[in-house]
């Protein structure tokens, strides 16, 4: 079965700070995984993807991540950060074939001004 | 495009009363899913529907039931809410990534 897990449950970070959140998952085969962010009291929108090809995928507001299949990792990562950026971030993984998607349990990022 | 929209957004129910939550999308996606999320725990998958006519148990299906009654639309039903079952209920659905829902706040009391 596969399990997503989040090393970081609450992270503090002044504006201008490099982030890299992280995200393991326990699956032997070919995965796709997602991250998704949840600005307070909104619902979960997708940051960015990756089912194949280039390991570091691009998403918006200036998100990225990498996948390492080796380390079953897909850490995400923004150079400099913005108080906007305020908000829970979660990795979710699916196995193509299979329609579950699982979440792992988020980490809350809070940006001082 | 409305995307997922779910009823009601705000509920509250006494323990042992029963009600449907309610989910529809307009993005003719085959997959559906209802997840609850609490603090700390992230987003729990109760059931998914990878088609119409199809539905499967997800990591906490207890105590709850589900009907995909058309491509749209994807419900969950609590047949006797529990204090244990207030949550924030995220419909979704999907054909690559998931489109979710704004959810709906669940109290019992």
């Known amino acids: 079965a596969q399990s997503v897990s989040q090393h970081n449950h609450h992270v503090i970070l002044s504006e201008a700070a490099s982030l890299e959140l992280g995200c393991n998952y326990s699956y032997g085969g070919t995965v796709n995984l997602f991250w998704y962010v949840q600005y307070p009291g909104q619902h979960l929108q997708l940051l960015l993807k990756?089912?194949?090809?280039?390991?570091l995928v691009k998403g918006i507001k200036g998100f990225e991540a990498e996948f390492i299949k080796s380390k079953f990792s897909f850490n995400l990562r923004k150079p400099s950060v913005q108080w906007s950026d305020t908000a829970e971030y979660f990795c979710a993984v699916n196995a193509p074939g299979d329609d579950k998607i699982i979440f792992g349990k988020g980490t809350r990022l809070h940006i001082l001004p | 495009n409305a995307g997922v929209t779910q009823t009601p957004k705000f509920q509250v129910l006494k323990t042992g009363q029963s009600m449907t939550l309610q989910c529809a999308q307009d993005m003719n996606h085959n997959s559906m899913y209802w997840y609850r999320q609490d603090p700390g725990m992230g987003l729990r998958l109760i059931y998914y529907?990878?088609?119409?006519?199809?539905?499967d148990k997800g990591e906490v299906p207890n105590g709850y039931n589900v009907s995909r009654l058309n491509k749209r639309e994807f419900s969950l039903r609590l047949e006797s809410a529990a204090p244990s079952q207030t949550s924030v209920y995220f419909c979704a659905s999907r054909t690559t990534e998931a489109f979710f829902g704004q959810g709906t706040r669940l109290t019992v009391v």
């Open positions: 990756y089912f194949s090809g280039d390991p």
């Open positions: 529907s990878a088609s119409e006519g199809t539905t």
